[in-house]
């Protein structure tokens, strides 16, 4: 029985007379309300499958940040180590799930990029279906589940990353929302595994290992029976202790894999030390405050037009309007039942909101940055839809026939997943694709293979499409040079960015392609060299990107 201080949703959203006879049916055959999640994950999981395609997963172009993952991923089934000898500054789930992805597509004859597209699908698909266990489990409703579902699966430029490659913070949702799903559960061990996974995902993850462990730490004090005889502290020890065990699993085979490789200290200069670096960096400047007015305005007015559409703006005036309905829905629950205002079931998701939001505004990149806080929009959604039904059908109660209630209701939930298909689903249909697409990456390709002979070397900052599509290494262990990425991976290598320069000179590569280029003042050391000893060759307006050839 659930000892939660929120009402049972299932039995509120729909008529009392089928709620009962529905609860009864699930309570008596646990088997069968387990298969009803399954199938109606299953069904979120085909709906998002098919929106995404529409993005046409053939001809979408690899997106500049993507094709360092998958460049990673070759290198490492190649023996090449993560972090020693690729230069990833982001946690490496996502590279690694990557490289298990490739090899099985070798198996079946897949290319490697179709390999990490149907990877980044399936993701993509996943997370769908845990923001309906996460639903059905922390608002105890597999209506605001389904609701949420559908919004995650409609969402315009999620939909578009997930047939371009993989993506980090696809990773984190598909491992956060079943963190404080176990955590609501009290499953403590998952919840440390997935709690890593999230932290593997993306640095930033960690939060939620924070969450897991606290939670495990404070939850004999929030049961409503205690038993008096039992000792609260022991069983606060023994629950903590289950979340690190977990915890330590996935990263013990990383760290293992990191020593083997001779790898623990460049990934932890490149995972966490480029990004201080950078962070420090950017604080020199730039007062912090100052930052995060820049950042703000960056995601609500120079981005925001990328990030999201204009009806998706109502979405995320809709999740707001549900996240502080959460909240103060938690502190009427707290004045009411004269308990602590923390709950296993929603507190975790509200704190990783807060946490996310303030992250958000204090290190903001671009779009996918802004992923982990969409499950919660879509929940906080799903949750406004379920309080205007219940809401509704109190009123009906009250001024109607009781048999208008269930038409109130049923008309509300209906009328909510109505519009969601038709505005955010159905809009897909109408993409056309502008810009630059896969065939123009495949066309530089093309034109770098003409440059190229056997023992040629290649130098590739801001995009690796060359190297992924010819497989060969890059000449240096950057491949962006970029303020993290490049500045900040450099300054604990030896000799920092002018012992890459050195090296570049004793070994220059045959062919240098460069994409996404800022010329900030540190980089024109590389410039300068570069005009030195290289003569410009093509330029690929359609794809972003410039090439050098080693002057004879």
Same mark, same amino acid.
């Given at each position: ?11 509120e959203t729909f008529p ?27 069904v ?5 499958g098919?929106?995404? *395609? ?5 001809v979408?172009?690899?997106? =500049? +940040?993507?094709?360092y ?13 993560i ?11 996502? +590279?690694? /799930? ?16 179709m ?5 980044s699908?399936?993701t993509?698909m /996943? ?9 059905r &489990? ?9 609701i949420a ?10 939909g $578009? ?10 990773f ?11 955590i ?5 061990? *998952?919840?440390?595994v997935?709690?890593?996974l ?10 939620v290992?924070?969450?897991a462990?606290?939670?495990a730490c ?16 022991r ?8 979340v690190?065990?977990?915890?330590? !699993? ?18 932890w200069n490149?995972? !966490?030390?480029?990004?201080?670096? =950078?962070?420090?960096?950017?604080q ?25 559409s204009p ?13 502080v ?5 938690? !502190? ?9 205002? !923390?709950h296993?079931?929603?507190?975790? %998701?509200?704190?990783?909101? $807060? ?5 958000? %505004?204090?290190?903001f ?9 969409l ?32 038409? &109130?209701?049923l008309?509300?939930v209906t ?15 109408a ?12 066309y &530089? ?8 002979a056997?023992? +040629? ?7 690796a499409?060359v190297?992924?599509? *010819?497989?060969?290494?890059?000449a240096?262990?950057?491949v962006?040079l970029g303020?993290k990425?490049g500045?900040?991976?450099?300054a604990f ?17 045959k %062919? ?20 030195? =000893?290289?003569?410009?060759?093509d ?14």
């Amino acid at each position: 029985m659930s000892t939660s201080p929120y009402p049972d949703f299932e039995s509120e959203t729909f008529p009392r007379n089928a709620a009962q006879n529905l609860e009864r049916m699930f309570a008596e055959n646990k088997s069968l309300a387990r298969a009803l999640d399954v199938v109606l994950m299953l069904v979120l999981a085909l709906i998002a499958g098919e929106y995404a *395609l529409n993005y046409n997963i053939f001809v979408q172009a690899i997106p =500049h +940040d993507t094709t360092y993952h998958i460049y990673a991923a070759q290198q490492i089934l190649d023996g090449h180590a993560i972090y020693r000898d690729v230069a990833i500054i982001k946690a490496p789930l996502a +590279d690694f /799930a990557t490289a298990f992805a490739i090899l099985a597509g070798r198996a079946l004859g897949i290319s490697d990029i179709m390999s990490a597209r149907l990877m980044s699908l399936l993701t993509f698909m /996943a997370t769908v279906s845990v923001t309906y266990w996460a639903g059905r &489990v922390l608002f105890k409703s597999r209506i605001v589940g389904f609701i949420a579902g559908l919004i995650m699966a409609g969402w315009d430029f999620y939909g $578009l990353r997930a047939v371009t490659g993989p993506e980090p913070k696809a990773f984190l949702i598909l491992f956060a929302l079943p963190a404080f799903a176990l955590i609501a559960q009290k499953r403590w061990t *998952l919840a440390g595994v997935c709690a890593a996974l999230t932290a593997l995902a993306w640095q930033p993850g960690l939060m939620v290992a924070a969450l897991a462990f606290a939670a495990a730490c404070i939850a004999p004090w929030l049961e409503t029976k205690r038993d008096a005889t039992v000792n609260s502290w022991r069983v606060a020890f023994g629950q903590a202790l289950r979340v690190l065990g977990g915890f330590a !699993i996935p990263f013990a085979f990383l760290f293992v894999y990191l020593l083997w490789n001779d790898a623990m200290i460049p990934a932890w200069n490149a995972a !966490i030390g480029a990004n201080v670096t =950078h962070f420090n960096n950017e604080q020199a400047r730039t007062p912090l405050l100052q930052i995060i007015r820049n950042n703000y305005a960056e995601i609500f007015f120079v981005d925001a037009r990328y990030c999201f559409s204009p009806l998706e703006n109502w979405l995320w005036l809709t999740g707001a309007v549900g996240f502080v309905g959460m909240v103060l829905s938690q !502190i009427e629950t707290t004045a009411r039942t004269k308990r602590a205002p !923390i709950h296993l079931d929603r507190t975790p %998701l509200l704190l990783y909101t $807060l946490g996310f939001a303030a992250f958000s %505004l204090v290190d903001f990149d671009f779009c996918p940055d802004l992923f982990p806080l969409l499950p919660v929009v879509a929940l906080a959604t799903g949750w406004l839809v379920w309080g205007a039904a219940r809401v509704a059908g109190e009123l009906a109660a009250e001024y109607l026939k009781s048999s208008t209630v269930q038409v &109130v209701h049923l008309g509300i939930v209906t009328a909510a997943l109505a519009l969601i298909v038709l505005v955010y689903l159905a809009d897909v249909r109408a993409y056309t694709l502008n810009g630059m697409n896969f065939e123009d990456q495949q066309y &530089v390709v093309g034109v770098a293979k003409t440059y190229l002979a056997p023992g +040629d070397t290649v130098l590739s900052f801001g995009n690796a499409i060359v190297l992924i599509e *010819l497989q060969m290494p890059n000449a240096t262990k950057i491949v962006h040079l970029g303020s993290k990425s490049g500045l900040g991976v450099l300054a604990f290598e030896p000799g920092g960015f002018q012992g890459m320069l050195d090296a570049l000179e004793r070994n220059p590569p045959k %062919l240098i392609t460069l994409a996404r280029e800022n010329h900030l003042d540190w980089q024109q050391p590389f410039y300068d060299w570069l005009a030195a =000893h290289y003569e410009p060759a093509d330029v690929f307006p359609r794809a972003n990107m410039r090439f050098f050839i080693l002057r004879q």
